[in-house]
């Protein structure tokens, strides 16, 4: 196998310290030990234009099967010869080119081919033949339209033409007939020593020991097969699911299957035991619950429309569409290689001026095609990414991750002294004529290079006051620590002159930047915004007394929860949350049509503050009771940020398998593919409600678009056509880092 980037980041991160200082978990509290896994992540070879396969039309080119011999060499069979992949690593598709080491090859006319003993054979117009065993197998079939054929004992073959069959045994035609049901696919049966024949109609089996044709099934719409790994059953694809077929033609109880994601299947594979599905809706494997591992989109192949399955080298599967070939690797990872991955992935091609940022205008996936640019949220993704380091650096005191603070710090400290606004810090700034988004909101900076974006709200703020409070805490450099409690200082001490508003260049509140009571008690009880706006105030004014212990953030806190309700707004059970009455004001009511999820971001970034720099241990254990509250509502998401915030608390349930397995199952490529869900067959759909559930079961995140934690898990649909590629510091870094601090994820134990 070539060694692929993903492979030489690995290695070379490994030189890294892993080692743990981070708190340990809470009494009683799980700990999840980071033993290996196997990850998955797709490489990919992409179907070329004509010049590189000397045809007129790439489009006219039919790829056929594909096989992996035991040399780890992969071919696949195509209406331009033979083809084989080359080039390609993650995030970098190869191409598939003709297979020209054997000349001879390239002068027949080969119609199929199959793997034999772990080695190819090839059916050309004249003969079955293969350059393995020196090259002298050799048979000669006399069917010179043959379009398939298949293996059986002591190297005999039975081929088709699709409506004639021939039975080769030591270079001699034993037997031949003719099929009523043109021949689709033929499989053979070692246990009984025959050969099963597909049509679109039936399914017949040869005996090598009578030399008879028996037509076992008739049916419709019959697509593919495959024998199962006991061979005493032959599972068949159709058009509308499959079905399972004992040897003696009669039907497996159970029926036809349809609760796939897709349900026009073009072929079956067992692969390592496990059985593989194609469809024109892309790939799925058959777990052992019952439910499927689904491989869609371009972030597991070229296209959805399956062609061909087969094993590949070691653990791989080979996945052929009719736009090229993925291998789906399974890698083994632990979490902590795979924070590795993603830590360069950040440095390479996600940091903006220090900023945490994403990458836009890409071509086809490639990230080397795009550029970095600005976004309303840069101060959140940026504080939600160096929050990560900070974890990061308190659990291995890697310098690396002190630097990337230093950096980013410094791009959250320039976003106050960027604005004329004393504690305003800006949303964003850019190099003057080079802004991408709301070109209408941006300001001219003093510093004539440059501009600077306004209109900043309530969830900057909280990631600024979550990122400034972890700082303070955890990073032994004096210099971090004084930058980080002045600036939560200047920011809180804005708010508090400004009667609890961020106000703007314009000398107006912004929008979405009001704490007062007077806009937070407008909205009616039910109204999240109440609920959540009142807990982020009291989490950063906390935050700022905790480390400045300046009286005024203290005593501003009191008077909102006990003179305005701040208390009761944030203690608000979330079963209480939901739509605003009819005589409601109009904002009330845009604020409270669904759920918010960016409102849980905000939530959970607070709740550090909110929690741990609690003012005396009675509010502490209310505000443990909120955050489990909150918790309990986001459980059906399995995400695993909010559940790594939860063990915070020192609970002992907090979901730790679940957030576990959404770290493993975030995908490698953070690039916005299409990703569509809501066309599955395998899924449940439950009536619409308030929180936008959809279905009755969270779908693993490698099966969803790309998303920050913002996002809504539910949400089937999404993505792009490859446009963008998100960065891993808020998404993935973060919930793991986190959970490496508190405990609650080991370090990299090794397998014993």
Same mark, same amino acid.
């Given at each position: ?223 593919? &097969?495959?024998?199962?790994?006991? %061979? =005493?059953? $032959?599972?068949? /694809?159709?058009? #509308? +699911? ?99 991955? &993603?830590?360069?992935?950040?440095? %390479? =091609?996600? $940091?903006?001026? /220090?900023?945490? #940022? +994403? ?394």
């Amino acid at each position: 196998m070539r060694l692929s980037r993903l492979s030489i980041s690995i290695a070379l991160f490994f030189l890294l310290s892993s080692h743990t200082n981070g708190q340990h978990p809470a009494p009683g509290q799980p700990v999840y030990k980071d033993l290996a896994y196997k990850q998955k992540f797709s490489i990919q070879y992409l179907l070329k234009d004509e010049n590189s396969l000397h045809l007129n039309d790439a489009d006219s080119i039919r790829l056929q099967k594909v096989f992996c011999d035991r040399n780890g060499v992969v071919q696949v069979i195509s209406s331009a010869g033979l083809l084989r992949p080359s080039g390609a690593e993650l995030l970098h598709p190869g191409e598939l080119v003709p297979d020209r080491f054997y000349r001879p090859l390239r002068d027949m006319k080969i119609k199929d081919m199959l793997l034999y003993e772990n080695q190819f054979v090839y059916a050309t117009d004249q003969a079955v033949l293969s350059n393995a065993w020196a090259g002298e197998r050799y048979l000669k079939h006399g069917m010179p339209s043959v379009k398939m054929f298949c293996g059986g004992d002591d190297f005999s073959f039975l081929l088709s033409d699709g409506s004639n069959i021939r039975y080769l045994k030591d270079s001699i035609m034993v037997w031949e007939g003719h099929l009523d049901d043109p021949a689709i696919d033929i499989l053979f049966d070692k246990a009984g020593n025959s050969f099963w024949i597909l049509g679109e109609h039936s399914i017949a089996v040869f005996s090598t020991k009578d030399l008879k044709l028996r037509i076992k099934y008739k049916g419709e719409g019959l697509t593919c &097969f495959a024998l199962s790994g006991n %061979q =005493r059953e $032959i599972i068949t /694809g159709t058009h #509308s +699911g499959y079905f399972t077929l004992r040897v003696d033609g009669s039907v497996s109880p159970g029926g036809r299957q349809t609760k796939l994601p897709c349900t026009d299947l073009t072929v079956i594979r067992i692969v390592d035991g496990k059985t593989w599905f194609g469809s024109a809706q892309g790939a799925f494997m058959l777990r052992s619950d019952g439910k499927f591992d689904y491989y869609a989109s371009r972030r597991w192949a070229p296209s959805d429309r399956i062609v061909d399955i087969a094993k590949g080298e070691k653990d791989d599967v080979l996945l052929l569409t009719d736009k090229g070939l993925a291998e789906i690797h399974f890698q083994p990872m632990t979490l902590y290689d795979k924070a590795l991955f &993603f830590e360069k992935q950040v440095r %390479q =091609r996600h $940091i903006r001026n /220090g900023f945490n #940022s +994403g990458i836009s205008h890409m071509t086809n996936g490639d990230p080397e095609t795009g550029s970095l640019e600005d976004s309303d949220n840069d101060g959140l993704w940026t504080a939600m990414y160096l929050g990560a380091e900070v974890f990061r650096y308190a659990v291995t005191h890697s310098p690396e991750a002190l630097e990337n603070c230093r950096e980013s710090l410094d791009a959250m400290e320039r976003l106050f002294t960027i604005t004329p606004i004393k504690g305003f810090p800006a949303r964003s700034f850019e190099r003057r004529g080079y802004a991408a988004s709301d070109t209408l909101v941006w300001k001219h900076a003093a510093d004539s290079g440059w501009d600077w974006k306004s209109t900043t709200s309530s969830d900057e703020a909280i990631g600024h006051m979550f990122v400034y409070g972890a700082i303070a805490e955890l990073v032994d450099d004096a210099g971090l620590k004084h930058k980080a409690v002045h600036l939560m200082d200047i920011l809180m001490q804005h708010i508090v002159d400004h009667d609890m508003y961020m106000v703007d260049w314009d000398g107006k509140p912004t929008k979405w930047g009001r704490w007062n009571p007077e806009y937070v008690n407008a909205r009616p009880p039910m109204v999240g915004d109440r609920k959540i706006t009142s807990s982020n105030i009291i989490s950063m004014l906390q935050t700022a007394w905790h480390f400045t212990h300046k009286e005024i953030y203290r005593k501003k806190a009191f008077e909102l929860m006990q003179r305005y309700g701040y208390l009761d707004n944030l203690m608000r059970p979330m079963k209480k949350i939901g739509e605003a009455p009819a005589n409601a004001d109009e904002l009330s009511k845009e604020l409270s049509d669904g759920w918010n999820h960016s409102d849980d971001e905000m939530y959970f970034l607070g709740y550090w503050g909110l929690y741990r720099y609690a003012l005396n241990d009675t509010l502490k254990a209310k505000f443990k009771a909120s955050v489990l509250d909150h918790w309990q509502a986001e459980r059906p998401e399995k995400e695993a940020a909010w559940n790594i915030f939860t063990a915070m608390t020192g609970v002992k349930d907090f979901d730790l398998n679940e957030a576990v397995n959404y770290l493993k199952r975030y995908p490698l490529d953070l690039i916005n593919w299409q990703v569509t869900n809501s066309r599955r067959k395998d899924i449940s759909f439950i009536a619409p409600n308030f929180r936008r559930q959809t279905i009755s079961e969270a779908l693993p995140p490698d099966e969803l678009p790309i998303n920050r934690h913002n996002a809504n898990l539910f949400e089937l649909d999404g993505g792009g056509k490859g446009s963008s590629e998100y960065s891993a510091g808020d998404i993935w870094l973060l919930p793991y880092w986190m959970g490496r601090y508190l405990g609650v994820i080991s370090a990299p134990e090794k397998q014993k």
